[in-house]
C-alpha cells in the first residue's frame, strides 16, 4: 500500500470548533423565517456549502424563495457567523489538533487545508493555525462543494503529492464520500455510527499520532 505523503484537514469540527456558530446563526435565520431548526437538522449541514446548506434550511421549513431573496438570506446569516468567529483565539483549537499538526510536519509530511469555508483566513490568523499549512484550499478557491472531491485534489496538486499517497481528516459524512471519490484514505473524526467509510474513525485528533497512520 502506498505509504502517506500528506495529510489533509476539514477546518470545521476537526481543527476548530466554529461549528456550534454556524449552528446558532442558521437557527437565527429559521427562527426569523418563522419555523425550529433543531441540532438535529444541523447534522444535515455539516461539510456542506453555504448555498446547499441555505436549501437545505428552506425545505425543512417548507419555504420557497427566489435566488434573490436566497442570496440575502445566504449573507445575512455569513454576517452573523463572521461577527461570532471574529473574536476567537487559539483557545478554539480542538484538542489534540495543534500537537498532530505539529508532529506532521516534524515528520515531513505535507499538510493541506481542504474546507468549504469562504471564511477560512480568518479563523486560521485568529487562533495562529496558519504557519502550519502548506496548502490552503477553502470555499474562495473551489466550484464544487462536498462530497465532490475538487477540494482535497486541489489540495493534493498544491502540495505535490499524489492522491493515493494522501489521508483525509474530517468529521462529516460528505467529506469522507469526497475523499472516497479522490482517491485517498481517511480519517474520520467522530462516531463510527455515521463515518462507516472512513478507514479509521477517531473520537478527535487526540486519539491520532504519525505511527497511527501504518493503520491505514
Known amino acids: ?43 444535515r449541514l455539516k461539510g456542506v456549502s453555504r448555498t ?11 419555504i420557497k424563495l427566489d435566488d434573490a431573496a436566497k442570496q440575502e438570506l445566504a449573507e ?12 476567537m483565539d487559539e483557545t478554539e483549537i480542538l484538542p489534540g489538533a495543534l500537537e498532530f499538526l505539529k508532529e506532521c510536519r516534524s515528520n515531513g509530511l505535507k499538510v493541506a487545508l481542504g474546507s468549504a ?3 477560512a483566513m480568518l479563523i486560521l490568523n485568529n487562533t495562529g493555525l496558519t504557519p ?19 477540494v482535497f485534489v486541489l489540495g493534493a496538486k498544491e502540495v505535490g503529492v499524489p492522491t493515493e499517497n494522501c489521508v483525509v481528516f474530517e468529521d462529516a459524512e460528505a467529506g469522507i464520500e469526497a475523499a472516497v471519490r479522490a482517491g ?3 480519517v474520520g473524526i467522530g462516531s463510527p455510527d455515521t463515518l462507516s467509510r472512513a478507514n479509521l474513525v477517531v473520537p478527535s485528533l487526540q486519539q491520532m499520532s504519525v505511527s497511527r497512520l501504518a493503520e491505514l
Open 1 to 43: 500500500m502506498a505509504s502517506i505523503q500528506a495529510c489533509l484537514f476539514d477546518l470545521d469540527g476537526v481543527l476548530v470548533d466554529t461549528a456550534k456558530y454556524h449552528y446558532l446563526a442558521w437557527k437565527r435565520l429559521a427562527e426569523e423565517l418563522g419555523f425550529v431548526f433543531t441540532e438535529q437538522d444541523n447534522e
Open 52 to 62: 446547499a446548506s441555505l436549501e437545505i434550511l428552506l425545505e425543512i421549513g417548507g
Open 76 to 87: 445575512r446569516k455569513n454576517n452573523w457567523y463572521v461577527e461570532s468567529i471574529t473574536s
Open 117 to 119: 469555508s469562504k471564511n
Open 132 to 150: 502550519y499549512f502548506d496548502a490552503i484550499i477553502d470555499g474562495t478557491k473551489t466550484a464544487a462543494a462536498k462530497p465532490d472531491p475538487e
Open 184 to 186: 485517498m484514505r481517511s
